[in-house]
């Protein structure tokens, strides 16, 4: 038996997913799921497919250097597109089972403020970190009250302005129910995700939202004085922020960021410097952990790009956060699949964006799988960087 086939075949019982225990001992998914953590385009373990081994060793000259607190490494496992249409749980439960089976030591959830205002949303939250946590790994949830240009705000409060005082005090008891449920379980606690580019697409709310934002989280901390690490969740593309996003970056115990360099632009350029660019955001950190919820690059040819190009986009990033690993606590690729149809023109619609926009483009072409669950080089890519970023 293959060393992936025997870390996954046991691990339906342990993990405690939601399955049946004889789904658990279903040898067709467990070998599928073995076979699609093996399964690349060569390469040996530690060696990126894209050509040379990834640096992540590292030794002073004459002695051993202490190794730096680990920094978490978390894979968006979305399911491969179905020919039936949605992903049945069998194929959502093998895109966990290969992402675990891929090494991944955290895990990003990702939930509007709608959603988790249902009836029952807090209940499923509290099961998935449950289920999570169970499986020995950390948790960070990114609460989207915004998800970059799509507002997640509850149908009641789409009317009313951010800093109404209905919306900010919603907004404060969402969060601390949050505290109150799952607090202390988790790694992070976000708010929000690509808050400055919703803000970009509204000028006119700038001070309405910012002030909402900041006048929640100060009702937050002054009523859980003990609270995980918070922050709000801003994009990164290497531009400068203006006032208001720069006071949303500094509120909070931590930063987080998501990380696509060069989204939205029409062409991908042959170079990039993520070393230039985690220095920056460790520097808008100013001493906090930073949380990288969501790293993606594309391997879209109309873009420019190719998968040789992503996975050396990837590698590349990977080197150049093994120097700064102190400083960010999780980091989290998106994601396993690239989107199928049907979810890429979802993911346009709720932007706004025309279905062959350069940021749906990049978005649906990022995954380390292509839609039928073939590897792409930066597969083996990202294996190789999950091995190396577990902790001892």
């Known amino acids: 038996m293959s060393s992936a086939r025997q870390l996954v075949a046991p691990c339906f019982a342990a993990l405690g997913l939601l399955v049946t225990a004889s789904a658990c001992r279903d040898e067709t998914v467990a070998a599928a799921a073995s076979a699609a953590v093996t399964s690349g385009v060569g390469g040996t ?9 990834l640096a992540m060793g590292g030794g002073g000259a004459g002695g051993t250097l202490a190794p730096p607190p680990p920094t978490r490494v978390g894979l968006e496992a979305n399911a491969r597109a179905s020919i039936e249409g949605a992903p049945t749980s069998a194929e959502r439960l093998l895109a966990e089972l290969t992402a ?54 509850p149908a009641a409060l789409l009317g009313k302005a951010w800093d109404d005082a209905d919306t900010v005090d919603a907004l404060a008891g969402m969060l601390t129910a949050i505290v109150d449920r799952v607090g202390g379980e988790l790694a992070g606690l976000v708010v929000g995700s690509g808050v400055d ?38 994009s990164y593309r290497g531009e400068p922020w203006g ?53 993606s690059f594309t391997s879209a040819p109309s873009l420019g790009a190719a998968p040789s190009a992503q996975a050396l986009r990837l590698e590349t990033f990977f080197s150049a956060l093994q120097p700064r690993r102190g400083h960010f606590r999780t980091v989290n690729v998106s ?17 706004g964006l025309a279905i062959d926009a350069p940021e749906i483009t990049f978005v649906c072409a990022s995954g380390l799988r292509d839609v039928n669950g073939a590897a792409k080089l930066s597969w083996q890519t990202f294996l190789a960087a999950s091995a190396a970023y577990a902790p001892p």
């Not at 994601?335 to 149809?341: A, E, I, K, Q, V």
Request: with cysteine; charged share 20%; aromatic share 2%.
């Open 45 to 53: 373990p530690g060696q990126s497919s894209a050509g040379g081994a």
């Open 335 to 351: 994601r396993l699949h690239d989107l199928d149809s049907v979810s890429c023109a979802r993911a346009a619609d709720r932007q």
């Open 100 to 153: 675990y089976a891929a090494g991944v030591r955290s895990v990003t959830l990702e939930v509007t403020w709608a959603d988790l205002a249902e009836d029952g949303g807090l209940d499923a939250l509290a099961a998935r970190v449950a289920d999570v946590r169970g499986r020995g790994l950390e948790v960070v949830v990114v609460l989207a009250v915004v998800e970059r240009r799509a507002d997640g705000r």
């Open 197 to 234: 580019v919703h803000l970009a697409s509204r000028a006119q709310a700038v001070a309405a939202i910012t002030g909402g934002l900041d006048g929640a989280l100060k009702k937050l901390g002054a009523s859980r004085p003990m609270l995980p690490s918070l922050a709000v969740g801003l």
């Open 243 to 295: 006032d208001a996003v720069t006071k949303l970056a500094a509120l909070g115990s931590a930063s987080a960021f998501s990380y696509a360099a060069n989204l939205g632009e029409a062409s991908i350029p042959n170079a990039s410097s993520p070393a230039k660019d985690l220095d920056a955001m460790i520097a808008v950190a100013a001493g906090r952990p930073v949380f990288l919820t969501s790293v």
